[in-house]
């Protein structure tokens, strides 16, 4: 049989479904480079946070969905056809949830009518009922404050304003601990600081990782 991966000297059987871990935070949050380093050394696959097209080039072109529905559509499409013991996500709909809530609750930023919140959150729940998205088993929030991100990532205001926004920045991240706190109160999610050293964020989420897939493996063996 397959092992997943060896951490600390043990393996972790392939047992039952795959296990998805995603990795969420704002703009600078390092949420990129930590899912390459893990998908790399844990040879694990990864779902980048565009499967199409990359950055801006989509609004180009007309869609008949919006572009992030369609995304995290499309992500969950890819992951579903790996036979893989556990995928990573760069990102996934908790952040197009978590968009669509900082936008109706920034002042001064006006969304697009298809991106408001109640459409989104209608939009998530139906993907489940119709198993278009399934809920992670984990997700790991790379925590950092608003400032930091705009000084970390100042070119993230040019692919959307509203990342320019502190306002925003911090209702985003206020969302993420909203939602699964009410909405998807059953997923592990874990804070880490994002402002520690990357080689301390890059143990700490490999140790949560290992500890989501035993889990996974003992309930599916149970």
Known sequence: MRLLFMID??????????????????????????????????KLPLIPEFVVFEGDLWKQFE??????RANDELKESVASYLEEPLVIFDRH????????????????????DAENYESELQWYRQCLRDHRLSTPDCVLILDIDPLTSLRRQP????????????????????????FYAT????????????????SSIYMRARDIIGAAAGKKSNVSES
């Not at 869609?63 to 992030?68: H, S, T």
């Not at 306002?167 to 969302?175: D, G, K, P, V």
């Open 63 to 68: 869609l008949k969905k919006p572009f992030y």
């Open 9 to 42: 000297g043990s393996s972790i059987d392939p047992i039952g479904s795959t296990v998805r871990v995603v990795i969420e935070g704002l703009p600078g949050a390092g949420k990129t480079e930590l899912a390459k380093q893990l998908a790399a050394s844990l």
């Open 93 to 112: 709909y908790p952040g197009t949830l978590a968009f669509a809530h900082a936008l109706d609750a920034t002042p001064g930023i006006e969304p697009p």
């Open 155 to 178: 070119r993230a205001k040019a692919f959307d304003p509203a990342f320019g926004n502190v306002e925003f920045l911090n209702a985003l991240r206020t969302y993420y601990r909203s």
């Open 183 to 198: 909405i998807e109160s059953n997923v592990q999610m874990h804070w880490i600081d994002a402002s520690d050293a990357t």
